[in-house]
């Protein structure tokens, strides 16, 4: 079955990590490219980050660029997140999403395929 | 970055009457060497996570009912549902993946009049 399932998400104080993760399966995990994005509360989407298939390009939102990294290890058909410096306001729901092409020069960023979402809940 | 803005916020409209949600960017989506538009469109119903229901502005995805169509170019996008169905309240997205970060707009909620 074609299915990505994200999970890590907790309860973390301020100034506290926490990482990420997502698990593929049905799919050619290293010819995608991989994106996270997130959902306040009651709120909209917002995009967070991206990945090509190959891990060399990676792409932040201004709002967590220096603070969240993103990854994948295609051997384990695997993307992470990993979250530093968690402020009240990265409160969300994680979704990662699957995009069909790979990289940057394969334009197909649209996002086809999401996971369930995980949520991560920063406070004190 | 790139500003997507939704028209209107909310929307409420009759069973079987059509639902028009716009979508402007603040910069063109249009890359004239593939000519193509990098808008997709989203649904989204609570609890879950967004569906994809369009790409390159106007392309419908697999299994998507052909009631809703895209159409639009450059900065000013449309998503038409022609004739509203109970399951499709929801709230709905447009995001664009021209250059990162790819944004979101801020979503418009649509329900049954």
């Known amino acids: 079955e074609v299915q990505l399932l994200d999970s890590g998400g907790d309860l973390v104080q301020p100034g506290g990590s926490l990482r990420l993760s997502c698990a593929a399966s049905?799919?050619?995990?290293?010819?995608?490219?991989m994106t996270w994005v997130r959902q306040a509360p009651g709120k909209g989407l917002e995009w967070v980050s991206g990945?090509?298939?190959?891990?060399?390009?990676?792409y932040y939102a201004e709002s967590v660029k220096g603070r969240f990294t993103i990854s994948r290890d295609n051997s384990k058909n695997r993307l992470y997140l990993q979250m530093n410096s968690l402020r009240a306001e990265d409160t969300a729901v994680y979704y990662c999403a699957k995009c069909p092409g790979s990289s940057s020069s394969d334009p197909d960023w649209y996002l086809d395929l999401w996971g369930r979402g995980t949520l991560v809940t920063v406070t004190s | 970055d790139i500003v997507m803005t939704q028209s209107p916020d909310s929307l409420a409209v009759s069973l079987g009457e059509r639902a028009t949600i716009n979508c402007k960017s603040s910069q063109t989506l249009f890359y004239s060497p593939n000519n193509k538009n990098y808008l997709a469109w989203f649904q989204q119903k609570p609890g879950h996570p967004p569906k994809l229901l369009i790409y390159?502005?106007?392309t419908r995805e697999s299994g998507v009912p052909d009631r809703f169509s895209g159409s639009g170019s450059g900065t000013d996008f449309t998503l038409t549902i022609s004739s509203l169905q109970a399951e499709d309240v929801a709230v709905y997205y447009c995001h664009h993946y021209y250059s990162a970060p790819h944004t979101f707009g801020q979503g418009t909620r649509l329900e049954i009049k």
């Open positions: 049905g799919i050619a995990f290293s010819s995608h490219a």
């Open positions: 990945i090509s298939g190959r891990g060399d390009e990676t």
């Open positions: 390159w502005a106007s």
